[in-house]
């Protein structure tokens, strides 16, 4: 009997603990579990050396000293609607959209990047390559984790390799 009632008590209070521990996630503290943020608008071209589009180029956005990409421990995030980090462009070789980002972008280490080896459908026709961009603040943040919306923008100049010998 001793030991139904010990049993009965443990069920009882690990209910009633875990309905404190859901009732104690109001809004406000919510927020708390959250990360900081900004969003992203990214408008990006590439071209080749004669200035001509290229259509299919894969581009990482990078806004800190680390690239993310998708074995990255950030994050899914949206780009026209695909969630990854990395985009392709279209046939007149730019990529519009957005992505977020963990807290602002570093305008000291923000770079729209080209890697080879994230486009195999180019063969390896290209070097790898970026530009350093310098996010402008367009939607000032609320302040909590928003820290805003940047807009950043550039073209990628990319140079073809030199055929093996």
């Known amino acids: 009997m001793v030991k139904k009632a010990l049993s009965l008590y443990k069920y009882l209070l690990g209910g009633l603990l875990a309905l404190l521990g859901l009732t ?30 290229v259509k299919d180029a ?52 923000t770079y729209i990047v080209y890697r080879s080896n994230l486009n195999p459908q180019l063969s390896g026709k290209y070097e790898d390559d970026s530009v350093k961009v310098v996010p402008a603040m367009v939607e000032k943040g609320d302040g909590n984790w928003y820290r805003g919306t940047f807009k950043m923008s550039g073209t990628v100049k990319l140079k073809e390799k030199a055929p093996d010998e």
Do not use: H
């Open 58 to 109: 894969r581009l990482i956005v990078r806004t800190s000293l680390t690239e993310t990409s998708y074995s990255s421990v950030m994050r899914d995030t949206v780009i026209n609607g695909q969630p990854s980090w990395i985009n392709t462009t279209n046939e007149t070789g730019r990529i519009y959209g957005y992505t977020e980002s963990f807290s602002e972008p570093d305008k000291d280490y």
């Open 24 to 53: 104690a996630c109001s809004k406000v503290i919510k927020a708390a579990y959250g990360s900081p943020y900004a969003r992203l608008n990214v408008d990006a071209r590439v071209v080749d050396q004669s200035n001509k589009p």
